[in-house]
């Protein structure tokens, strides 16, 4: 990586994070407030799926070339069992997603007020009839799917530039099929982030679903690395670059 110190970089996932939390999961409070609580239709999700979308492709841009921009403790997870970041600073960057999360799900409170949390601040849950099963699989399959692009977006041999941009239509796109299952958060980082805040503010918050999440997330990340070495075999990047950071 650059000669950016470890608290900089440090510092740029915990306000990546937050912006992702702030504007992605913003979103499905504010849109449920401007609703006036009612269910969401397609025209909703497509515009809940922009909001993330949006906030992805800027903050690799933006904060790329300071950290990686990993803002997903799943992609840190990936990078490290694929030795493109190295495995001694993982915690720290998951430490951080985490920190960024809950602020920015305090924020969302912050902006909108009390009626955010009260209308579920974007927690993300099982939908209506949806099992541990089934739930499992929606978040494995959207995180394997947002991962992998990843992996391969940045890679050395990829156009140069448009990683940003790939990883961003991606979110978008997954989440759309993702989102009636779970609420398609596919980031460990973004389950357990509103879901602090909620229980700050009192309100009911079913973390018996956070183990799915986290299960079906993380090793969503471990199944794309593998997938990624297999698809490209023959490269081995150093374990001090951060290939995101190359491709913002």
Known sequence: MNGLRTPQKLAAEVLGTAFLVFIGVGSVPATLIVNGSAPFTMA??????????????????????????????????ALAVTRQFPWRSVPAYLAAQLLGAVIG???IVGVLGRRASQVGL????????????????????????????????????????????????????AIIPVAPA?????????????????????????????????????????????????LIPSETEAADRDPVEAAA
């Open 182 to 230: 779970t609420g398609a958060s596919i980031n460990p980082a973004r389950t357990l982030g509103p879901m602090i805040v909620q229980q700050f503010y009192g309100e009911q918050v079913s973390w018996g679903q956070a183990p799915v999440y986290l299960a079906a997330e993380f090793l969503a990340g471990v199944a794309a690395a593998v997938v990624a070495r297999l």
């Open 105 to 107: 799900a305090f924020a």
């Open 44 to 77: 909703d999700l497509g515009m809940i799926s922009l909001a993330f979308a949006t906030v992805v492709v800027a903050t690799v841009y933006a904060f790329g070339h300071v950290s990686g921009n990993h803002i997903n403790p799943a992609v840190t997870l």
């Open 122 to 173: 974007g927690v993300a849950a099982y939908g209506h009839g949806v099992g541990s099963g089934q739930a499992f699989i929606a978040e494995f399959v959207g995180t394997f799917i947002l991962v992998l692009t990843v992996l391969l977006a940045v890679h050395r041999a990829a156009p140069a530039g448009f990683a940003g941009v790939a990883i961003g239509l991606v979110v978008f796109a």
